[in-house]
């Protein structure tokens, strides 16, 4: 099987979003989905953009800025590394993830390391 990382992306503007609080169980529900079909590797949802540190190192100098380095209408809110079949299987378990219909799923093949144990 061929790992996927879901990165979540919702929108900045809060009036596009569900209502606060009212997706919720939809997501418990998507997440014992993921995890009763065997699929499921690991989650986290994310703080806000805002609480965000950007590293850099410029020519021997560590610049650290706060926040994110773009200015975007969405940001990264969370991820899932799922174990699917195929793209076709990712895909259409991306097209669940509760927040779809307002903001979107990136889907990320994830490279295999070789020599290094699995956790």
Avoid: N
């Avoid at 418990?28 to 850099?56: C, F, N, Q, W």
């Amino acid at each position: 099987m061929t790992k996927y990382m879901m990165l979540i992306y919702a929108p900045t503007d809060p009036a596009q979003a569900d209502a606060a609080g009212t997706d919720i169980e939809r997501w418990i529900a998507y997440d014992a989905m993921l995890k009763a079909a065997g699929v499921h590797v690991s989650d986290h949802r994310l703080h806000g953009p805002e609480t965000s540190t950007t590293v850099r190192v410029r020519g021997g100098d560590t610049v650290i800025s706060d926040g994110p380095f773009a200015d975007t209408k969405e940001y990264l809110a969370g991820y899932y590394v799922i174990d699917a079949g195929d793209l076709d299987a990712a895909i259409a378990l991306a097209a669940q993830v509760p927040l779809s219909h307002y903001g979107s799923v990136e889907l990320r093949p994830i490279i295999p390391t070789t020599g290094v144990p699995e956790e």
